[in-house]
């Protein structure tokens, strides 16, 4: 079964640093890929998504995540975090081939201090 | 659009008491999804419906945990009887069928606490 992988439970920045998060999924096919985020008190939304195409996508509020394929990774970032920012990003994974099953990863908490 | 709705938002019961969750997807969403969600951890699928249809309950625990959509749009997922261990967030989603697949939208959750 797939399985993914968030390299950082925790992460701590500076308004204005500029952030990645890592993620890592077990096995390759054909694959959606999302990265999903929850604010404090709210519930889970999406923030980008790849299906196909160019593998440098873009999402709300400035984020963009990379595929690459060779690696089994689709890394967030943003070049400067704001404090708004603070919150919970779980990154999943949609394996085409296992009945179209959503995997997520177990999240980073990121804390952005103003 | 009203969201997806989920009640209730905590419940804090003894162990080896029964305990449900009701969830009501966006209109018009056709699948809906139970996760569990641990402290720390990302969200597990429980059980995915296509309308009133359980198509994949195979990570559900069905010993004690049961799930029913009887006309394909509100949902209920029990536990009984509750065990320590089952303290965690219950999320309901939705999504459209024949949508582009990917995005499913959630709930608040359901903070179950078991003593």
């Known amino acids: 079964a797939q399985s993914v992988s968030q390299h950082n439970h925790h992460v701590i920045l500076s308004e204005a640093a500029s952030l990645e998060l890592g993620c890592n999924y077990s096995y390759g096919g054909t694959v959606n890929l999302f990265w999903y985020v929850q604010y404090p008190g709210q519930h889970l939304q999406l923030l980008l998504k790849?299906?196909?195409?160019?593998?440098l996508v873009k999402g709300i509020k400035g984020f963009e995540a990379e595929f690459i394929k060779s690696k089994f990774s689709f890394n967030l970032r943003k070049p400067s975090v704001q404090w708004s920012d603070t919150a919970e990003y779980f990154c999943?994974?949609?394996?085409?081939?296992?009945?179209?099953?959503?995997?997520f990863g177990g999240g980073t908490r990121l804390m952005v201090k103003p | 659009e009203a969201g997806v709705v989920q009640s209730p938002r905590y419940k804090i019961i003894e162990k080896k008491q029964p305990v449900a969750f009701w969830c009501n997807p966006i209109?018009?969403?056709?699948?809906l999804y139970w996760y569990l969600q641990n402290l720390g951890q990302g969200p597990e699928l429980l059980i995915r419906y296509e309308n009133e249809e359980a198509v994949d309950d195979s990570q559900l625990p069905k010993d004690r945990f049961s799930a029913e959509r009887l006309k394909g749009v509100d949902s209920t997922l029990k536990i009984q009887p509750a065990e320590l261990g089952d303290s965690a967030v219950y999320l309901c989603?939705?999504?459209?069928?024949?949508?582009?697949?990917?995005?499913?939208?959630f709930g608040e959750g359901s903070r179950l606490t078991v003593l």
């Open positions: 999943a994974v949609r394996d085409n081939n296992a009945g179209n099953m959503l995997t």
């Open positions: 790849y299906f196909s195409g160019d593998p």
């Open positions: 989603a939705s999504s459209p069928i024949g949508g582009d697949g990917g995005e499913l939208f």
């Open positions: 209109s018009g969403h056709n699948t």
